[in-house]
Nanobody, 126 residues
Framework: QVQLVESGGGLVQTGGSLRLSCAAT????????IGWFRQAPGNDREFIGT???????DYADSVKGRFTISRDNAQNTVYLQMNSLTPEDTAVYSC????????????????????WGQGTQVTVSS
């Protein structure tokens, strides 16, 4: 079992930045693909990006160029750096993990992840 805990959310003004962390316990993250998702009130869960164990990443078009996922396997932590934030980025952000890579389209689907954190709220004010 992998337990995931997100942190780093908060309130930021438009144009600001935040860095979210996804810390894992129970198992080493090195073999897991980590996905980041977000969900705003009334909306479906939205894919943000993934990081493979070797560090390669994939991003949704809505965040490409603004968000960056990185991972520190030694610290068992994955990060989501978010820049140029807008009110449309307001949501609960969650990280998720699944063992082994199965292709970029597979990992864009939230249903394909086994382990989830509790989420952290990000609010961007206008």
């Amino acid at each position: 079992q992998v337990q995931l805990v997100e942190s780093g959310g908060g309130l930021v003004q438009t144009g600001g930045s935040l860095r979210l962390s996804c810390a894992a316990t129970g198992r080493a993250l090195s073999s897991y693909v980590i996905g980041w998702f977000r969900q705003a009130p009334g909306n479906d869960r939205e894919f943000i990006g993934t990081a493979r164990s070797g560090g390669s990443t994939d991003y949704a078009d809505s965040v490409k160029g603004r968000f960056t996922i990185s991972r520190d396997n030694a610290q068992n932590t994955v990060y989501l750096q978010m820049n140029s934030l807008t009110p449309e980025d307001t949501a609960v952000y969650s990280c998720a993990a699944v063992l082994g890579y199965r292709g970029s389209f597979y990992h864009r689907e939230a249903r394909n992840y086994n382990f989830w954190g509790q989420g952290t709220q990000v609010t961007v004010s206008s």
